[in-house]
């Protein structure tokens, strides 16, 4: 066999025998991301709060700003509050359907579940930051 032949049999071998790496890098990233929304949580949380003190005392609202009208205004607040409800139980859903225990799988079938699952989580950060966006921009009107 020449030397040729040997080198292509090796570069085969090699890359026949390559593996796409260990399943648990996959779910440390996974991990990173629900860290990074689980953190964006507390925010959402204390916007809702600012949001259900705006709803229970439009007559105060009102007094700070004389111009407003409440009606139109407590139908604005209410569904900048609900979308950041619904931003959160988009998370409640994910965190109740993750399953960190690929006990049973093959390290293939382990790396395609978390990398199935980070595209999932990335989601819902998208979901929380464009809502924390959406309800910061409304808040600062009323300088909350």
Known sequence: MNKFSCLILLVFAIS????????KANRDEVIK???IVMADQGKVIDQQMKLNEML???????????????????DS?????????????????WMHEFEPDVTGKSNDEAIAYFESEKRKIQKVDTIFKA?????????SKFKK
């Open 56 to 74: 229970k005392n439009l007559s105060g609202l009102k007094i700070q700003n004389p111009d407003i009208d409440t009606l139109k205004e407590k």
């Open 77 to 93: 607040i209410a569904i900048v509050r609900d979308r950041l409800i619904v931003a959160e139980e988009e998370m409640s859903t």
């Open 16 to 23: 026949s025998c390559k593996q796409q790496g260990d399943y």
């Open 33 to 35: 991301v629900h860290d």
């Open 131 to 139: 809502e924390l966006k959406r309800a910061a921009a409304y808040l």
